[in-house]
Each structure stands twice: as structure tokens, then as C-alpha cells.
């Protein structure tokens, strides 16, 4: 018998490969499922998340400065400890190196990743080097800590909570888009160097993200607690959908209310992309997606930076998306990086 | 300027990236250089250690069955716990996997992991999992945790100490010879059904390696504290070589001494190999190589299982392979996985 990966998608083959794992020891405190496992330390919760980068995959390196790719690598790891409203601590990182790379280029993707862990105040405490018969392959481990009563989990979601996202959705998946059509474009030559004036918020979002270090600073200085917390890696769409399933509850999300830059919505229509699409379902935005009780409304709609842009239904009533005029539509999954057909 | 990773070695390069790395956090005992890392939480310790295990690099899938890579996988991770004196918890495991695998060849590999996790009671808390365009791609990172007095690092040898390897040496080196005799004499044949018959004990070295949990047991049972450990992966030239260095301390390694099984010895002859040789330099016996002070030599000598192998002297000493007819070599670090040319 054979069952092709892609009938399952990403989630179904991890639901089917964990669903039977059981937590034995006394200090797991969440296992698969979340931004982060969650170990028990007494009164602090130590964070376990990690990320495999593969070449090819989830970068090119014709456009994707070491530099930068290094960065990367760290900032999409924080910002999965910080939605657990945790503080990244330590990184481990492994890399596997194809004959191509030489000490300089690793030297680029170090200082990458050093720079990210100087920014956030994060250690490098090890890792694995080992050479590669085929492309780039990064996978760093970090580990955070958190207080036990501030941990935010992806099942917290209840009936009537506002729907709230940090920053603007789209632009990281519209830079990927430029990224791509440029290399289309100047296939074969040798100085690789368009010109993308006006576009660099774009670039820098794809290229340089950030980790929402910020928002739970300024939530926790407002005393508002969320109740359920995911960074948007794969698409706000594909993320609130996790919350839901994990809080066993619905949502209404309004396309009116999607935070979309101008950089974004002018480079969709160059592209003939529908704008609402890229910020549902480009990913990539390393923003942070949470809930709050209804009773914090008047407080959060003053946040700079922070949108609400719908609320959490009971479960019956399923998981839609409003459009503009009126019209409700599932919610569906549809994340950047789907196992491929 | 352009430096080759091969003008520098596996060594050379690490040390190159991370020389500069401070640590800044005061959770954060120890970076990296030893067999994990060392994360403060009061009286406990936590510890960190992260292995890359590439396709063709590490492993052949033609006669590495999925399931003893899972298992495999998973101790070599253990296995670096029980080298700082730690016991092993949690492990996050990350895959990348290409269309040649089925949903049913990941349970294959994850049944494999899942098995090593219930003999060495260690929970599943996490990972990643995403496509590649090339091989197999396995990612694990161990969480254990340890009594911050009773933790063991590279850096602890002393002049005069005895040098320990428990079990024996080479048979895995020698098992995966084997292997790859057997594949290129079957090659493109469909049933790859070869006759192990005798040599059994080489196969399950390489393909089904344990974790030493039970030396640890032992030595804490006999109130034996070593002064310095880690684990044989790169091979105990290279791993001693590590404690060496570390240490500041020189050391004397009898030929005589070292434990070979009778399969090894004779596998090796038949391959033409000197048995010494592949004992040094051959890898992957995740045996424990430990030093403890010359006080415990009438304990240790008694110990089924241990091997005194030789002795720490001064640094000036230097590192050196005493062969059986009393002539003394420089140890050298020849690892079985080095950055390849």
C-alpha cells in the first residue's frame, strides 16, 4: 500500500504521523501542536520551537543575500517563541554545505544570524556542520522561557473575542513575487541588479522580516492578555484557521478590515493578483494573529500597528470570510509551503 | 577572496564561525564546543544538543531501513545527553522529504523514533516537516536536563587521569563496510537480499546503535564521578583529541588496550584494513570515552564492560597513540564525516 504524501497535505501527514505520540514525562507540558513545545521548569516554562530551511524550497539563493537569509533563518524562529508571549533565549544551528560555498559565504550567513541575535538578545549555544551532496539546508532550534500564568497557547479562542493582527499582511509574499519575476527577467546575466525603487518595503519584508518582539511589550504595558496567540507564518487564513480547530470554535473575518500596505495592493494589481487573496493566503508575514475578550475592544482599537479584523464565533457556525459586499465564504487552508504535488 | 571549507576542515570551520560568539544571556552556562548545551533553571540544568543528518552524507537509503534511521536518529541525539550526565526528555524532530516517499515510508521512519523514545522514555514535543527537492533531510534536537553538580563536560581531564571507553570499538565502521560491499556486488538488482549470516553484531552497530544510559547508571551506582566525557561519534582519535584540547591536558592511548570485538577484527582483515585503525578513526560507536582520577583504577578495572585505554599526562606531553611495540605516534583528529572536498 502506498499513500501519496499529497493526498494528506502538510497537516493531514503530521496529524497522521503524531497523533498517536503520548507525553510521559512529567515536565512536557504541550507537545506538537503550538508555536513551541512547552517544558516545565518550576515557576518558568522553558520554549522548544524549531525550523528546517531547505534550499530551493524555501529560498534561492540568486536573489536571497546570505546575509539576510541568515537573519531570517533566526527572526522566523523568535517570533515563534514570542507568540507564546515568550522571550527567545538560545539558538542551536545546524547547517548542511555544498562544495559551492565557500568560508566567506558561510561567514555572510553567520553574521546574519548573528546580527539577529544581537537585535533580540538571543545566545548561540551550538549546532551541527556537516557538508551537503545537494543544496543549502538550515534548521535552527531556539529555546525561550516564559512565566506559566503569561504563556499563550493557540487553544484559547472563546465565542465572541476580537480577532486582532499586528502590521500589514501581503507585503513579504508580493516582495517573493518581484523577487521571482526579476530573476525571470535577467535569466542568464551576470549582474543580477534591477532597479526596485518604490518597492523596498516589499523587498524588506521578504528579506528582512522582523519578529513582533514590540507588540507583547505594548500589550503587557496595557495589561491586556490575549487569549490564544499565532505568529503568521504560513497565512493568515491557514493560521486563524488554527486557532479555531485548536479553540473548537468559528470566526467571521472581514476583507474590509485586512491591513494591507500600498506597496502591497499596488504591485497585486500590477501582478492581476486579488490583493484579499495575497493577504489571506501569502504568508510569510511573520505578524502576530491573536484574540482578545470582547471587553478590550475600546482599549486595543487605539493600539498603533494593531487591527481587529473580525471576531471568534461559536463552532456551529463555522469559519467564514466576509467580503466586502456582504458575501460569507469558508475559510480555507492554503499556506505557502504545502508539501508539494 | 575566496577560501575553501576543505583548506579548513569540519574543525577549522566551525571554529572560524563561532570564535566571536559571546554569550549574553545568564540562563546560558555553556555554548558551544561540548557534546550539548547548558541552560540555567535554578537547581536544574537544562541541556541542548541538535544533529543534521543528510541523505547520501549520512546515510544510504538502498540498505538503511526507514526504521532503523528513526531509531538511529533519535539515539545520537540521546546519546549526547548521556555525555554531559544528563538524561534525555524531549526531542523535536524535523523532516524534509521529497515525492519518492509515501505517507506509509514516514511511518515507517517515525515508528523507528517513536521506539527509541519509549525504551529511553523521551517525549515527541515538536518539529517541522516540509518538502525537499533533493534527499531525505532529518533533523533532531534533544531537550534533557541534569543536577547542576553532576554535570560532565569536555574540559574537566586532569594529568594522571585514566582514559575509559566503554564496549568496543570499530564494529559500526566495519558494519557499514559491509553494506557497501554488498550494495555495489548487488547493484541494480531489485531484491537487495545479501547473506549477513555471522556478522550480524557489524550490521546491528551501524544500523541499530543504543545510547550508553545504562554506563551512566552504573558508574552513579558505583559513586564514580568522571572528570570529563563525551560521547564516540566522530571516532575516539577525534573525540579524545576534543577532550584533550579542551582540558589543556596531553595523553598516552595503548593500541594494546583498546576493546575490539572478534567480528571487527575479522571483518577488517578481510577488508584489509588495520583493525587499529578503524578502531581510532572508524565513528558512530556512541560509546562514552570518560576520564576519572587514578584513585578509581582498582573500581574501574572491575567494571564489565569499562576499558582503561591509557592516561592524561601534561600538556607539553602531547597526544600520542602508543602502538604495541612501545612506538608513540601524534594522535590526529580523522573523523569519519568531514567537510568533504
Redesign the interface.
Known amino acids: ?5 499529497s ?2 497535505g ?1 497537516f493531514g ?2 496529524k ?3 497523533e ?2 503520548k ?3 512529567p ?2 507540558i ?3 501542536g503550538d508555536d ?2 512547552v ?1 516545565d ?2 515557576d ?1 516554562q ?1 520554549l ?5 530551511l ?5 529560498f534561492d539563493l540568486t536573489y536571497f543575500p546570505l546575509k539576510h537569509l541568515g537573519y531570517k533563518a533566526a527572526i522566523v524562529n523568535f517570533s515563534d517563541i514570542y507568540a507564546m508571549n515568550g522571550i527567545p ?2 539558538i ?1 544551528v ?4 555544498s ?1 559551492r ?4 559565504d ?2 555572510e550567513f ?1 553574521s546574519g544570524v ?1 546580527l539577529a541575535c544581537l537585535t533580540y ?15 543549502f ?1 538550515i ?1 535552527i ?1 531556539c ?1 525561550g ?1 516564559a512565566d506559566k500564568q503569561s504563556l499563550i497557547y493557540r487553544n484559547g479562542a472563546k465565542d465572541t473575542d476580537l480577532i486582532c493582527v499586528s502590521g500589514d499582511l501581503g507585503a513579504a509574499y508580493m516582495g517573493l513575487q518581484l523577487l521571482e519575476r526579476e530573476k525571470a527577467v535577467f535569466a542568464g546575466q551576470k549582474d543580477f541588479n534591477p532597479d526596485f525603487a518604490g518597492k523596498e518595503y516589499l523587498l524588506e519584508r521578504q528579506l528582512k522580516p522582523e519578529a513582533r518582539r514590540d507588540v507583547m511589550e505594548e500589550l503587557k504595558k496595557l495589561g491586556i492578555q490575549p487569549t490564544s496567540m499565532i505568529d503568521i507564518s504560513d497565512g493568515l487564513s491557514s493560521d486563524l484557521l488554527h486557532i479555531c480547530s485548536q479553540s473548537n470554535v468559528g470566526c467571521r473575518l472581514f476583507e474590509e478590515r485586512l491591513p494591507i500596505d500600498y506597496q502591497t495592493a499596488m504591485m497585486a494589481e500590477s501582478f492581476h493578483l486579488n490583493v484579499s487573496t495575497v493577504a489571506l493566503n501569502g504568508g510569510e508575514d511573520y505578524e502576530l494573529l491573536f484574540t482578545v475578550p470582547l471587553s478590550f475592544y475600546e482599549q486595543i482599537k487605539i493600539v498603533p500597528g494593531i487591527h481587529v479584523i473580525g471576531h471568534i464565533t461559536e463552532a456551529n457556525m463555522e469559519s467564514k470570510f466576509v467580503t466586502r459586499d456582504g458575501h460569507e465564504m469558508l475559510l480555507q487552508a492554503q499556506g505557502w ?4 504535488e
Do not use: C, W
Open positions: 500500500m502506498r499513500t501519496e504524501i493526498e494528506l502538510e501527514l503530521i497522521r504521523l503524531t498517536d505520540i507525553l510521559s514525562q515536565t512536557s504541550k507537545g506538537v513551541a513545545a517544558i521548569n518550576k518558568k522553558t522548544v520551537t524549531t525550523d528546517l531547505l534550499e530551493g524550497i524555501h533565549q538560545q542551536t545546524s547547517l548542511g554545505i562544495k560555498f565557500s568560508v566567506e558561510l561567514e553567520y548573528k538578545n538571543v545566545d548561540i549555544v551550538g549546532g551541527d556542520t556537516t557538508s551537503s551532496l545537494t543544496g539546508t534548521s532550534t529555546i522561557i509551503n504545502p508539501i508539494r
